[in-house]
């Protein structure tokens, strides 16, 4: 919605540089992880996921690396442009339990042209 | 397009008066849900049916209701509308048990007066 991300952290890179955006999760039984990309008004749109018996993951622009021992996930874009600036959420979700994903707060990541 | 379809995009009640949301998936997953997502915050579990015929509570359900329709329908209702249940309210959909293949829909912005 255009009212998300009012009071999140903010990345402010330039374009062409590439970005790191940070994840911390609680639970240690977390075993599935996402990152979503979310523009002002639309839903939250897949970037790319990764599961706990991999550290780490490639897609198009995209890597995650999950670190389990400090509970820790990171997603890095490459060459940033002006279209990646939107609010960014890792999401987590556990074999025991609620099957459905906990959401982190988010960050917002602004492009600067 | 296969995804998730949400009715209405837009919605003002007023206090004490009761809607129902609509959703539905074309994906054929077992598992659907509902989140609310508030400024400034990540999305937030409402309820989640983990395969047709069973719904549980998530993180906030006070307020709301839900149905499975059949496979592909899974409903919020909102008995009573309170002003605290202004928000954007997003389903989604996934296979393998919440393990893959989460997809959401554009969201419903609720507003209550």
């Known amino acids: 919605g255009e009212n998300v991300g009012l009071h999140l952290p903010t990345l402010s890179v330039q374009e062409g540089d590439n970005s790191i955006i940070n994840c911390a999760y609680s639970?240690?039984?977390?075993?599935?992880f996402i990152w979503y990309k979310q523009e002002s008004g639309k839903g939250p749109q897949f970037i790319i996921d990764?599961?706990?018996?991999?550290d780490k993951r490639q897609g198009q622009r995209v890597t995650v690396l999950l670190n389990k021992t400090v509970k820790h996930l990171s997603l890095q874009i490459a060459a940033t442009q002006p279209g990646d600036s939107a609010v960014y959420f890792c999401?987590?979700?556990?074999?025991?339990?609620?099957?459905?994903?906990?959401f982190g707060s988010g960050t917002r990541l602004q492009v600067q042209p | 397009n296969a995804g998730v379809t949400q009715t209405p995009k837009f919605q003002v009640l007023k206090t004490g008066q009761s809607m129902t949301l609509q959703c539905a998936q074309d994906?054929?997953?077992?598992?659907m849900y509902w989140y609310r997502q508030d400024p400034g915050m990540g999305l937030r579990l409402i309820y989640y049916?983990?395969?047709?015929?069973?719904?549980d509570k998530g993180e906030v359900p006070n307020g709301y209701n839900v149905s499975r329709l059949n496979k592909r329908e899974f409903s919020l209702r909102l008995e009573s509308a309170a002003p605290s249940q202004t928000s954007v309210y997003f389903c989604?959909?996934?296979?393998?048990?919440?393990?893959?293949?989460?997809?959401f829909g554009s969201g419903t912005r609720l507003t209550v007066v």
């Open positions: 989604a959909s996934s296979g393998m048990g919440g393990m893959e293949g989460y997809t």
């Open positions: 049916s983990a395969s047709e015929g069973t719904t």
């Open positions: 999401a987590e979700n556990s074999n025991t339990g609620r099957r459905a994903l906990t």
């Open positions: 990764i599961r706990s018996n991999m």
């Open positions: 639970n240690s039984a977390s075993d599935y």
């Open positions: 994906m054929n997953h077992n598992s």
